[in-house]
């Protein structure tokens, strides 16, 4: 399984490579095909990792959740492809990856909280609100502009927070002895980076060079693929 696992990721890394390079040259159907493809690979890891570790609670949670993240890749897409269908295309992708965030940190702490105190649930989603809510305060500072979607972005970014913070609480509370969670810490984080770069995207000007796009797949691709490699260590 180990080795099957290593193929995908190569495979994964290469894809990558040929998306990032077709993506650099503009928006089109056979750009957003090639991201599917990426996105599957990953779906393909997560489902390999999940038979190798069989029996885990955890497993239908982060597959589901990548799942949501490949059809949150397709409408984001879309939004450039068809950019009179915008809001639509943008408000789905939101959706699809808001309750995609919602699974791993539900699956996070099915597979993990155990006996622990509920303080290890409490004290990292109120860190997400507080976070969440300073998002908004800083937008303006940082040259953003939500418009219409300034609650969607708050309700998107409170999700996004959870998924990092509870992997962390977690991995606190089983003193960071399981792999499996620090894969999903550190992919949280990447996430995280990866919507900070999207976001400046979406919401500010003289942010679609070739760089932006670069930083934010990198980024958002190691998360997917971290996250769906962590089944592999449970």
Same mark, same amino acid.
């Given at each position: 399984? +180990?080795?099957? *696992? ?22 089109? #159907? ?5 991201? %599917? ?6 779906? !393909?890891?997560?489902? *390999? %990792? ?13 597959? +589901? ?15 450039? $492809? /068809? ?22 940190? *539900? ?10 105190? @509920?303080?290890?649930? @409490?004290?990292?989603? !109120? ?5 969440? $809510? ?27 927070? %959870? ?15 399981? !792999?499996?969670? #620090? ?12 919507? +900070? @770069? ?11 060079? %070739? ?5 934010? /797949? $990198?980024?958002?691709?190691? !998360? ?11």
């Amino acid at each position: 399984m +180990l080795v099957l *696992v290593i193929i995908l990721l190569v495979l994964g890394a290469g894809s990558l490579a040929f998306y990032l390079i077709e993506k650099c040259k503009g928006y089109s #159907i056979k750009e957003v095909l090639m991201k %599917s493809v990426v996105s599957f690979l990953f779906l !393909a890891v997560a489902t *390999v %990792s999940a038979f190798s570790s069989s029996g885990h609670i955890l497993n239908p949670f982060i597959i +589901l959740g990548l799942l949501l993240g490949l059809l949150g890749d397709i409408f984001l897409d879309l939004k450039y $492809v /068809y950019p009179k269908d915008d809001k639509p295309y943008t408000l789905a992708g939101f959706l699809v990856f808001g309750i995609g965030h919602i699974l791993y940190v *539900v699956g996070m702490f099915a597979e993990f909280l155990g006996d622990a105190h @509920v303080l290890y649930v @409490v004290i990292p989603l !109120a860190v997400a609100v507080v976070l969440a $809510v300073a998002n908004l305060f800083l937008a303006k500072p940082l040259g953003l502009d939500f418009k219409e979607l300034k609650w969607v972005v708050f309700g998107y970014s409170m999700l996004l927070f %959870s998924t990092p913070l509870s992997a962390l609480s977690l991995c606190i509370a089983n003193g960071f002895a399981n !792999a499996s969670l #620090i894969m999903l810490f550190i992919g949280g984080i990447l996430f995280a980076l990866s919507d +900070l @770069v999207l976001s400046k995207t979406y919401f500010s000007k003289g942010h679609e060079k %070739s760089i932006d796009f670069i930083l934010n /797949y $990198v980024f958002y691709y190691g !998360a997917q693929f971290l996250i769906a490699c962590s089944l592999f260590f449970l």
